[in-house]
């Protein structure tokens, strides 16, 4: 009996807001893949975020590791986004330490 290979489309999706969800959950690529870059298997991976199929995220690490470059383009991309969001977000609320010094202060007391 003859072996055929059948080709799979990485389980990645993108959401309307341009994210990368891996599997039918609603779990980041971004997670999957820092996780594996800090030395986290795939079985723990899972553990960590259980709506994750184990195939899903073997696969995705299988796409990650085939289509590095682009991958980390995407993901510096993201930490691009994330960084602006927290500037602006510290633009408009400016210093809070004074703020939390009273509520320090308050729970001290």
């Known amino acids: ?25 609603r779990v980041l690529l971004d997670l999957v893949i820092r996780a594996f870059q800090d030395g986290a298997t795939p079985e723990t991976i899972v553990q960590r975020y259980s ?28 930490e691009e986004k994330a960084e602006e969001v927290r500037q602006r977000l510290q633009n408009q609320q400016g210093d809070l330490s004074e703020i939390r010094a009273r509520l320090l202060a308050r729970r001290q007391a």
Request: glycine share 6%.
């Open 1 to 25: 009996m003859a072996f055929t290979a059948q080709a799979e489309a990485p389980p990645l999706h993108e959401d309307a807001a341009g994210a990368v969800r891996v599997g039918d959950t």
């Open 51 to 78: 709506t994750l199929a184990l195939r899903d995220v073997y696969a995705a690490i299988a796409y990650y590791l085939r289509h590095r470059s682009e991958v980390d383009l995407y993901l510096a991309g993201r």
